[in-house]
C-alpha cells in the first residue's frame, strides 16, 4: 500500500493521466439536459440580466460568469463548454492529492487519488456545464486553507486571506458551501474549548477566526440582500424524500458515485458507512482527522434540514450531486483506512482496496453506457434554422425543455411557450393562438410528448389548423415541428440554409444536383429506434430523382433502407441553381436488428437507375445492456418508461372473440424510483374511428398497478403484476392493437419508453 517517497510523484502523474482520460471519455456523447442548458442560457444573456436570472435560481452567479467568459474564446459546442468542467475536475483532483499527502502521507495521497480517479460521481460531474466540479475543488482549497490556520497554526496573512477569498468564492459558487464554512467554525469552537493552550493563544484564533467570518459576510451580504429581494424561481416539485433513503444514497455517492438501485448494494452501503470509522483506530483524532469525518457526516443531514421551511424561503430539492464537493474528502479518509488494513494485515489491505475499486469501475462502466447522443432537439432545431424568416415565432408547447431547445436554436426568433403545469381550455387556447398570429403572420408550433401535459384535448393545435394553413410539418422522435401562417405565399420551397455539415465525398453521386452536405446528430441507436437524416443539395436536376437511404451492415447487407422522391412538393427539376435544398428522410430500423457497427449509406436514383452511393455515417447499434455482477437485472429501453419502471414479457389472449373479455396480466418492474404516481392504460385502437370518443380508441382500462402502493413509493427491484379486462361485444369488424403505457395522475402526461414512444403494443388482433 506505499511506495518510497521518489516513485511518489510519476505515479501520481501516471493516475491524473488516467484520471484526465475517464473523464472526456464520452464527454459528448450524451444530451444536453435542462440544467447545462441554463448555465449556457445564462452564459449569454447580457451581464446584468444574467446576475438578475441568477437570483432568482437556486445558484449563485460565480460559475455563470466564469462561464460567460469561458464560451467567448472556445465556442458553444457541447465539448468545449464542458471541457472547462473536466478541467476544473482535474483541479480538485490535484488539490484532493496534495491535501492527503500533506496531513496524511505519501501512500494515503496516492490510495486517495486511485479512489477518485474512477469515482462516477467525480466523473458526471466532470462531464456537465454545471458548477459542480468548481465547488469541489474550492471545497478543498477551502480544507486546506483551514487545517494550514487551525491544524498546523500558521496564522501567516496570506493564509487567513486566502481561506477568506476561497470561501466567499465557494458562497458565490455554491450555497451549500455554507455548510463548509459552518463545520469549519464548529472545530474552531471545538479548538478552543478543549485545546490545552495559552489564553492569548485562544483569543488570537477566535480574533483571527471573528475577523475571517466577517470579511465573508461583509462580501456575501450585497448578493445576500439582493437574492432575498428578488422573485425566485420555484424549484421544479419532486416527491419527499426520507431521510434514511436520502442519507443511504448519499453515503453510497460519496463512496462510489451510486445513487440508484439501492438495494443492489447493500453491502456496499453498509461497508461504506463502516469504514470511514477504522480512521479513528487508525490515527488519533487530530483536527484534521475531525474536520474531514465532518464533511462527511454533517453536510447530508444539513442539506436534509434546509429543504423545510424557512425564514429565508431556500428550500431546493434535494440531489445527490449536492454532496460532490465532499468526495475528497471521504476518499482521503477511505484511504486512511485501507492504508491501516494494510499495515495490519496486508494481503487484506490489498484486496479491499481492489473491491473497492471493483465497485466503483462497475458504477462507471454503468455510467458510460448510458450516455449516449440522443437526436432530442438537435434536427429539429436544424430544419427551424433552414426555413425561418424574419417575423416568424417560435411556439414551445410545452415550454418545459426551454433551455435544452435555446441551446440549440439559439435566440433567432421571438419565443412564446406554454407552461407544462398551465393546463389549457378551449377558450384559454383561442386567446393564445389569436394573440400570437395577430402579432405574427407565421408561426412554429413545436410540440413535445404530444402535449400530455399541457393540451391533451390539442385545443391549441385544432384551433390553428381551423383557422391558419400549415406550411411545413416533421416530426422527430417525441418533437414535433409545425409551421402555420396566414401568408399564402409562404413555402418551404426556397430554404436559405446557411449551417450544415459539409459532406467531404470522394466519389460523386451523378448528375446536378450534387450533395453538398449532411446533418446526422447521432452516433448510436437502440435498435427499433428511428434514424432522421437531413441532406443538402444544390444544382437542378430531373422529375425522376430520388435519394435512397441505407443502413448496411458489415456484411455489406443493408438491414434497412428508405427511398424517397428528392423533393415531392417540389420536383428538383424545378431547383433554382444557386440555392440550397433540403430533403428530410427518416431510417426505421427495426426492434431485432443485430447490434454492431453499421454504415449509413446515401444513393442516388433518377427515373429507377442507380447512379450511385457514397457513406455518410457509421452508425452504432446498442444491443442489450451489459449485466455486470452486483448491478442487478437490467431493463431494454424499449420496455423501460420514463427511465424508472418498465414492462416485462406479459400475458394476453392470442385472439378476440366477442363477448369473450380480454383478459391481460401485466408485469411492472421498478427499476429505479420513479419520483411520480403513476397509472397504467390499457387501450384497444381500431382501424376505423370510434364514433362515440371521437378517435379510434374503442375499449380503455386505467388503474395504478399497484393502488396499496403507489409507484413514486416503489423500490427498485420491486416486482407489481396487475390484471385487466376488456369487454370485447359490439366490436366492429376490423383490424386492433393492443397497446399499454403509464402516465402520471397529477400532469395527465404519458411516460417515454427509451426510443421516444409513449406505449408498447402487447398484440395485434383481427375481428371478423
Known amino acids: 500500500m506505499t511506495r518510497p517517497r521518489g516513485a511518489w510523484l510519476p505515479i501520481a502523474i501516471g493516475l491524473l493521466i488516467v484520471a484526465w482520460g475517464l473523464r472526456v471519455n464520452r464527454i459528448i456523447d450524451h444530451d444536453i439536459w435542462w440544467d447545462e442548458g441554463a448555465s449556457v442560457y445564462v452564459a449569454r444573456l447580457p451581464f446584468l440580466d444574467g446576475l438578475r436570472w441568477t437570483a432568482g435560481d437556486v445558484h449563485p452567479p460565480l460559475y455563470f460568469v466564469l462561464l460567460k467568459g469561458w464560451r467567448r474564446p472556445v465556442g458553444d459546442t457541447p465539448y468545449a463548454l464542458r471541457i472547462g468542467s473536466a478541467l476544473l475536475g482535474m483541479v480538485g483532483l490535484a488539490l484532493a492529492t496534495g491535501l492527503a499527502r500533506r496531513y496524511a502521507g505519501h501512500g494515503v495521497a496516492l490510495v486517495a487519488l486511485l479512489l477518485l480517479t474512477p469515482h462516477r460521481l467525480q466523473i458526471e460531474m466532470a462531464q456537465e456545464v454545471r458548477m459542480y466540479t468548481l465547488g469541489i475543488a474550492l471545497t ?16 501567516r496573512i496570506r493564509w487567513w486571506v486566502g481561506n477568506a477569498a476561497v470561501s466567499l468564492a465557494g458562497l458565490y459558487t455554491f450555497y451549500f458551501f455554507g455548510i463548509t464554512i459552518l463545520i469549519q467554525t464548529a472545530i474552531v469552537g471545538a479548538v478552543l474549548a478543549t485545546r490545552p493552550r495559552t489564553s492569548l493563544y485562544r483569543l488570537n484564533l477566535a480574533r483571527g477566526w471573528l475577523a475571517h467570518l466577517a470579511i465573508v459576510a461583509a462580501g456575501f451580504a450585497p448578493w445576500a440582500f439582493y437574492f432575498l429581494s428578488q422573485p425566485r424561481n420555484r424549484p421544479f416539485d419532486n416527491p419527499p424524500i426520507d431521510l434514511v ?15 440508484a438501485y439501492l ?261 448510436e441507436v ?15 436536376g430531373a422529375p425522376g430523382d430520388e435519394s435512397i437511404l441505407s443502413l448496411v451492415g458489415a456484411n455489406g447487407r443493408a438491414y434497412a433502407r428508405d427511398t424517397l422522391a428528392m423533393r415531392p412538393d417540389w420536383s428538383s427539376a424545378l431547383w433554382p441553381s444557386d ?8 431510417l426505421l430500423t ?49 420496455t423501460l418508461f420514463g427511465g424508472a419502471i418498465g414492462l416485462e414479457p406479459s400475458v394476453v389472449p392470442d385472439t378476440i372473440t366477442r363477448g369473450v373479455p380480454l383478459d391481460i396480466r401485466l408485469t411492472w418492474v421498478a427499476e429505479q424510483a420513479s419520483g411520480r404516481r403513476l397509472k397504467t392504460f390499457v ?57 399499454v403505457g403509464l402516465y402520471d395522475v397529477a400532469t395527465g402526461r404519458r411516460e417515454q419508453t427509451g426510443d421516444g414512444v409513449d406505449r408498447v403494443v402487447l398484440s395485434v388482433y383481427e375481428v371478423r
Open 245 to 259: 433513503s436520502w442519507l443511504r444514497a448519499t453515503i453510497t455517492s460519496l463512496a462510489f458515485g451510486i445513487s
Open 140 to 155: 478543498t482549497l477551502s480544507v486546506w486553507l483551514f487545517l494550514r490556520l487551525v491544524a498546523d497554526g500558521d496564522w
Open 526 to 540: 437502440d435498435a427499433g429506434q428511428t434514424v432522421h437524416i437531413a441532406t443538402f443539395w444544390r444544382g437542378t
Open 263 to 523: 438495494d443492489n448494494w447493500v453491502i456496499a452501503t453498509v461497508v461504506a458507512i463502516a469504514a470511514p470509522t477504522l480512521v479513528l483506530v487508525a490515527r488519533r483524532a487530530s483536527v484534521a482527522t475531525i474536520t474531514l469525518l465532518s464533511l462527511i457526516a454533517a453536510p447530508p443531514l444539513l442539506m436534509y434540514l434546509m429543504t423545510m421551511p424557512n425564514p429565508f424561503l431556500y428550500s431546493p430539492n434535494l440531489f445527490v450531486r449536492y454532496v460532490a464537493p465532499y468526495t475528497p474528502a471521504y476518499a482521503i479518509v477511505i484511504a486512511g483506512s485501507l492504508a491501516f488494513l494494510a499495515r495490519w494485515w496486508r494481503p487484506v489491505g490489498i484486496a479491499a482496496t481492489i473491491v473497492w475499486l471493483a465497485i466503483a469501475s462497475i458504477a462507471t462502466w454503468d455510467l458510460y453506457y448510458s450516455r449516449w447522443q440522443r437526436d432530442n432537439y438537435e434536427t429539429v432545431a436544424s430544419y427551424l434554422g433552414s426555413y425561418q424568416r424574419d417575423g416568424d415565432a417560435i411556439i414551445l408547447y410545452s415550454d418545459w425543455d426551454w433551455p435544452v431547445f435555446l441551446f440549440r436554436a439559439g435566440f433567432r426568433l421571438p419565443r412564446y411557450g406554454t407552461g407544462s403545469l398551465d393546463h389549457l381550455t378551449r377558450e384559454k387556447a383561442l386567446r393564445l393562438a389569436e394573440g400570437w398570429m395577430d402579432r405574427h403572420d407565421s408561426v412554429w408550433l413545436l410540440e413535445r410528448d404530444n402535449a400530455y401535459d399541457t393540451d391533451p384535448e390539442h385545443f391549441l393545435r385544432i384551433h390553428l389548423d381551423q383557422t391558419t394553413r400549415i406550411a411545413a410539418d416533421i416530426t422527430v422522435g417525441n418533437k414535433r415541428l409545425t409551421l402555420y401562417t396566414r401568408d399564402p405565399a409562404r413555402t418551404i420551397a426556397v430554404p436559405a440554409h446557411k449551417d450544415f455539415r459539409p459532406t467531404d465525398l470522394r466519389s460523386n453521386l451523378g448528375p446536378s444536383p450534387a450533395l453538398v452536405g449532411h446533418d446526422l446528430w447521432v452516433r
Open 579 to 586: 440555392q440550397t435544398v433540403r430533403v428530410d428522410q427518416n
Open 683 to 739: 387501450q384497444l385502437i381500431g382501424s376505423i374511428e370510434n364514433a362515440a370518443t371521437g378517435n379510434r380508441v374503442w375499449r380503455q382500462v386505467d388503474a395504478e398497478p399497484f393502488p396499496a402502493l403507489p409507484t413514486n413509493r416503489w423500490l427498485p427491484g420491486e416486482v407489481h403484476v396487475m390484471s385487466s379486462s376488456l369487454e370485447t361485444e359490439r366490436l366492429p369488424i376490423g383490424r386492433y392493437e393492443l397497446i
Open 590 to 638: 427495426r426492434a431485432d436488428l443485430p447490434p454492431g457497427d453499421y454504415s449509413v449509406r446515401l444513393g442516388r436514383a433518377r427515373e429507377g437507375q442507380f447512379l450511385g452511393e457514397v457513406p455518410l455515417a457509421t452508425l452504432l447499434v446498442r444491443g442489450e445492456p451489459p449485466s455486470p455482477r452486483g448491478a442487478g437485472r437490467r431493463l431494454s429501453s424499449a
